[in-house]
């Protein structure tokens, strides 16, 4: 006779980040990122902290992708706003602006000074490969949850607009006003 085995305890949810915990979170963040802060984002909030699961990231950057204005910055408001109200919000938003706006203006006048140097063009060409690499690797990582369980029809959907914009090269606003209204249409038949 098999003792089956005993049940593994329940993972504990981590605590709800306090405001300076939000403000270092997103600080942290806007020092890593250059050419985007959405793998770091992703990162930070999922990875790390463990604050949202993949799905509850993925929601979140569907929904702020829709809001106007930079979509990393709508996601530090909407995140913080859900955990510490319009005090969380604010503190999230300073954390990923502050930082970011101090560097970037010592960059830019170092550059201003030394821009014409042949090996910091060559340096600049290195980051916007490693930033193309961060953009594929977290494409990857959004998309994983996508294709968990039964696959539906929203990796075919993100293939024919990548084939659209991508390589057919059509006007990104005809896409996706068909693409739009054919994805809500396509979710809302699945949850049927």
Same mark, same amino acid.
């Given at each position: 006779? *098999? /003792?089956?085995?005993?049940? @593994?305890?329940?993972?504990?949810?981590? #605590?709800?980040?306090? %405001? $300076?915990? +939000?403000? =270092?979170?997103?600080?942290?963040?806007?020092?890593?990122?250059?050419?985007?802060?959405?793998?770091?984002?992703?990162?930070?909030?999922?990875?790390?902290?463990?604050?949202?699961?993949?799905?509850?990231?993925?929601?979140?950057?569907?929904?702020?992708?829709?809001?106007?204005?930079?979509?990393?910055?709508?996601? *530090? /408001?909407?995140?913080?706003? @859900?955990?510490?109200?319009?005090?969380? #919000?604010?503190?999230? %938003? $300073?954390? +990923?602006? =502050?930082?970011?706006?101090?560097?970037?203006?010592?960059?830019?006048?170092?550059?201003?000074?030394?821009?014409?140097?042949?090996?910091?063009?060559?340096?600049?060409?290195?980051?916007?490969?490693?930033?193309?690499?961060?953009?594929?690797?977290?494409?990857?990582?959004?998309?994983?949850?996508?294709?968990?369980?039964?696959?539906?029809?929203?990796?075919?959907?993100?293939?024919?607009?990548?084939?659209?914009?991508?390589?057919?090269?059509?006007?990104?606003?005809?896409?996706?006003?068909?693409?739009?209204?054919?994805?809500?249409?396509?979710?809302?038949?699945?949850?049927?």
């Amino acid at each position: 006779m *098999s /003792v089956p085995a005993p049940a @593994q305890p329940a993972q504990p949810a981590p #605590a709800a980040p306090t %405001l $300076f915990e +939000l403000f =270092v979170a997103f600080a942290i963040v806007s020092l890593s990122g250059f050419g985007g802060v959405l793998a770091w984002s992703h990162r930070m909030l999922v990875e790390q902290r463990k604050w949202m699961t993949p799905a509850e990231f993925n929601d979140a950057f569907a929904l702020c992708q829709v809001l106007p204005g930079p979509t990393v910055i709508n996601l *530090s /408001v909407v995140f913080g706003r @859900q955990i510490g109200g319009i005090p969380g #919000a604010i503190a999230a %938003l $300073f954390g +990923l602006l =502050v930082p970011g706006f101090a560097v970037i203006t010592v960059f830019a006048f170092l550059y201003a000074r030394y821009g014409d140097i042949e090996a910091l063009q060559r340096m600049f060409t290195g980051m916007a490969a490693a930033a193309a690499g961060l953009t594929i690797s977290t494409g990857a990582k959004v998309a994983r949850p996508m294709f968990k369980g039964r696959i539906g029809l929203a990796p075919f959907v993100a293939l024919s607009i990548l084939v659209a914009v991508g390589i057919m090269r059509w006007p990104i606003y005809w896409v996706l006003a068909i693409a739009m209204p054919a994805s809500i249409a396509i979710a809302w038949w699945g949850r049927r």
